[in-house]
């Protein structure tokens, strides 16, 4: 369960959660039958109740996982400066072979569930999006519908003074996305190994309960040693379960990697935006220049109409010239307003990227804490039922274990 902190005046108010997911039946758009799962969201008041009291009884509604993506798209849209917090995996990614890659597999939509419900919880602690009304009537309104504006937008202009700052997050978003995936695919292939290793012993647990069956001073001793095995590669299913939530944590923040991608992208668009308005400008203040001084550029377009179709009129130019300053003074006017738009984008994103570090330091760092201290826990188990079977194997007067030393 994520926590957050409770300082928005959203959280201050209700309680959210998404309790529950159910497989559900329909059609689609295309008038086809279809299987999908639809997900509970909860909201209670965050009222305490008296000792004694009831609480009060939660609003509900049903959200499919489409609906959760429309209303990331529109907050995409709607706060461009903002890194909105990712969504779980739409299909099971850097999974080790014992788990199941269905969309409809159990567990997977119970892993969706907590990473639909930590979605929710994000948003309504961010001081912004917290306040949205599109993402108040989502909890509440059964028939909001969620503006999906969003356009594709190709990050592909290259403009000429990008901003070092965005250049380095861009960058560092990439090798962060890069670290994340590796760590996951090391992850998932360490899990089939050790998975297969503790399953091993459970064939040493079942030789050694047929071998008791066979043997009468050391039955006893034998029937221990299997029990031990059948318990130690029983434990394995619970060390991977809880290793998957850790999973999903770093899952978490590498699809935040897309979403810082996405602010970096903006930023680019706006800096094109304004570097064209500029060169808009020159280019009309050039015009002018030369029709005021009468100088023309023989290769310019102007200089080859004038070749063509000879000079121009007095009251052509003085035209010409009205409409330039009009064009000058509206782009002056419009840059003016790039600018300011490009200098509020910076400081308003740059204010959430920093809060976004922080909380990616503090998230991060105690997953990984946690995840170290489940790993200590469980060499430590398997210590203690290698040390209880050496004692039992012993007081057998039969020593076993150097037939196991190979698999520590």
């Known amino acids: ?17 998404v ?13 086809m039958q279809e299987t999908y799962t639809v997900y509970l969201i909860e909201i209670r008041p965050a009222e305490t109740v008296p000792e004694g009291g009831t609480p009060a009884t939660p609003d509900t509604l049903w959200r499919r996982y489409s609906e959760f993506e429309l209303l990331r798209t529109y907050l995409l849209v709607t706060y461009p400066y903002i890194i909105i917090p990712p969504l779980p995996e739409k299909r099971a990614e850097f999974v080790w072979h014992k788990l199941s890659a ?25 001081p912004v999006l917290s306040n949205d009304k599109i993402f108040f009537l989502f909890l509440t309104e ?18 000429k003074n990008p901003d070092k700052r965005f250049t380095a997050l861009k960058q560092y978003s990439d090798e962060l996305n890069t670290v994340i995936s590796q760590l996951l695919r090391v992850r998932a292939k360490v899990a089939d190994r050790l998975y297969g290793v503790y399953k091993v012993h459970g064939n040493y647990g079942r030789v050694f309960s047929e071998w008791s069956a066979i043997e009468k001073e050391m039955g006893d001793g034998l029937q221990s040693a299997g029990h031990h095995m ?17 999973a999903d944590q770093l899952k978490e923040y590498l699809f935040y990697t897309e979403a810082v991608r996405s602010v970096c992208r903006k930023h680019e668009l706006i800096q094109y935006e304004l570097e064209m308005a500029a060169l808009d400008l020159a280019h009309k203040k050039q015009q002018k220049e030369e029709l005021v001084t ?3 550029r023989v290769f310019s377009l102007k200089g080859m109409t004038s070749k063509l179709f000879g000079q121009e009129s007095q009251e052509q130019r003085e035209s010409r010239l009205a409409a330039l300053e009009q064009g000058i003074q509206e782009g002056e006017e419009s840059l003016k307003e ?26 991060l760092r105690e997953a990984l804490i946690s995840y170290a201290i489940m790993q200590i826990s469980m060499c430590k ?3 203690e039922t290698w040390t209880t079977l050496q004692e039992t194997t012993t007081r057998s007067h039969f020593h076993l274990f150097f037939f196991f030393s190979f698999s520590c």
């Not at 028939?143 to 403009?159: I, N």
């Open 1 to 17: 369960m994520l926590m957050v902190e409770r300082g928005t005046a959203l959280l201050r108010k209700m309680e959210i959660n």
């Open 294 to 296: 009468g100088t023309v």
């Open 338 to 363: 790039k600018n300011t738009e490009c200098q509020e984008f910076m400081r308003t994103a740059w204010e959430d990227i920093e809060r976004f570090k922080e909380q990616k330091d503090k998230d």
């Open 102 to 126: 269905d969309n409809l597999d159990p567990d997977f939509v119970e892993r969706r569930r907590v990473g639909l419900e930590n979605f929710l919880l994000r948003v309504a602690s961010h």
């Open 19 to 31: 309790a529950e997911a159910e497989k559900r039946t329909g059609k689609n758009t295309v008038n």
């Open 381 to 383: 188990k398997a210590k």
């Open 142 to 159: 059964v028939s909001a519908q969620v503006d999906s504006r969003l356009k594709s937008l190709s990050a592909m202009f290259r403009v």
């Open 230 to 246: 059948d318990t130690y590669a029983a434990s394995i299913d619970d060390i991977l379960e809880e290793e998957e939530h850790y």
